[in-house]
């Protein structure tokens, strides 16, 4: 029975992850960086970076979680 809970659970995981990536198609983040460090004198950027995500990638994480889910089913 444990077995059955741990591949449910990996494929909700899976098939959330699928639907983010392709809902969003990346995620985004801002870092501060230092552009000038003069003595008394500091002066910060913010740069907003953004980790593209495939939708292949998106794609493979909800097939793999739709198959995890109906493996799942077989086994018990």
Same mark, same amino acid.
């Given at each position: ?8 659970? $990996? ?15 990346? &995620? ?12 008394? &004198? ?18 493979? $994480? ?13 086994? $018990?």
């Amino acid at each position: 029975m444990r077995y059955l809970k741990t591949y449910t659970i $990996a494929a909700i995981i899976l098939i959330s992850i699928g639907i983010v990536a392709f809902a969003y198609q990346g &995620i985004s983040y801002t870092t501060h960086e230092n552009v000038v460090d003069l003595g008394p &004198i500091h002066m910060t950027a913010e740069r907003t970076r953004t980790l593209p995500l495939s939708p292949i990638v998106g794609s493979i $994480a909800l097939v793999g979680g739709i198959a995890l889910l109906v493996m799942g089913r077989r086994k $018990a």
